[in-house]
Nanobody, 119 residues
């Protein structure tokens, strides 16, 4: 079992920055991919960004050039640096980790952290 704990959410003005972190604990071995999803009221959950253990990244078109995902493999922690924030970035941001164990994939989700971009 893997537990994911996010931190860093809050209220920020448009154009501002915010950094999120997500730390995996428990049986946190062989986590292949970690990433961030977000869900706003009335909208489907969408991928924001993810990163593999080798450093390959993927970003949603809406955040490219503004957000940067990174990870510390030794700490099993993933980070999301969000710059030039827009009101449409407002959502609950949820951490996801994909673990490969004996050839079987497992998916874990964090509890989510609220990010609000508003004047």
């Amino acid at each position: 079992q893997v537990q994911l704990v996010e931190s860093g959410g809050g209220l920020v003005q448009p154009g501002g920055s915010l950094g999120l972190s997500c730390a995996a604990s428990g049986s946190d071995f062989n986590i292949k991919t970690m990433g961030w999803y977000r869900q706003a009221p009335g909208k489907q959950r969408e991928l924001v960004a993810d990163i593999t253990s080798s450093g390959s990244t993927d970003y949603a078109d809406s955040v490219k050039g503004r957000f940067t995902i990174s990870r510390d493999n030794a700490k099993n922690t993933v980070y999301l640096q969000m710059n030039s924030l827009k009101p449409e970035d407002t959502a609950v941001y949820v951490c996801r980790a994909d673990q490969l164990s004996s050839g079987i994939g497992y998916v874990y989700w964090g509890q989510g952290t609220q990010v609000t971009v508003s004047v």
